[in-house]
């Protein structure tokens, strides 16, 4: 499988494969350190990109380092993970043709006061990169607060995958 790196439509930089790809393969490993979750909150409490992927029970997470970390979000994705053994992997869910931009939904289920708005373009984009639950999570805090929910860690960006 050859994956290259490239400046995306999505965000930034993506990741493309150059052959095709069939459903059900396995594409890369999400490849990093392991670190303590509290840990990586600390390391990264002021840095505007995080490529943290949460492990196990939540406690661990995988400081992204690697051609995976690259990989963007989309609401009608490519991809998905699957974690075995504390190890995560990018799985193709359909074939994949050469020249696709890979992407998987992120799910993300941490972020303070970051929107993380999703600019995937799909049809039923959820306008989020926050798995559904938590969405709906933000909504009944932000309700619960009065609409004054951004006034807590403003300007901090931390953002977990699963
Ligand atoms: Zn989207």
Avoid: Q
């Amino acid at each position: 499988m050859s994956l290259i790196i490239r400046s995306s439509a999505i965000h930034a930089a993506g990741c493309y494969t150059m052959t095709p790809i069939r459903k059900g393969a396995r594409v890369v490993e999400y490849t990093g350190p392991r670190i303590a979750k509290d840990v990586a909150d600390e390391k990264y409490e002021k840095s505007p990109t995080t490529y943290l992927f949460g492990v196990g029970d939540g406690t661990m997470v995988i400081d992204g380092h690697g051609t995976a970390m690259f990989i963007n979000h989309s609401c009608d994705p490519n991809c998905e993970t699957e974690e075995m053994d504390r190890r995560v992997w990018i799985k193709a869910i359909r074939n994949i043709a050469a020249g696709e931009e890979l992407t998987y939904d992120y799910r993300l289920y941490d972020g303070d006061d970051d929107e993380a708005r999703c600019n995937c373009g799909s049809k039923n984009c959820r306008r989020s990169m926050y798995a559904p639950e938590e969405i709906r999570r933000r909504a009944r805090v932000a309700k619960k607060a009065g609409g004054r929910a951004g006034e807590r860690n403003s300007g901090t960006r931390r953002k977990t995958k699963k």
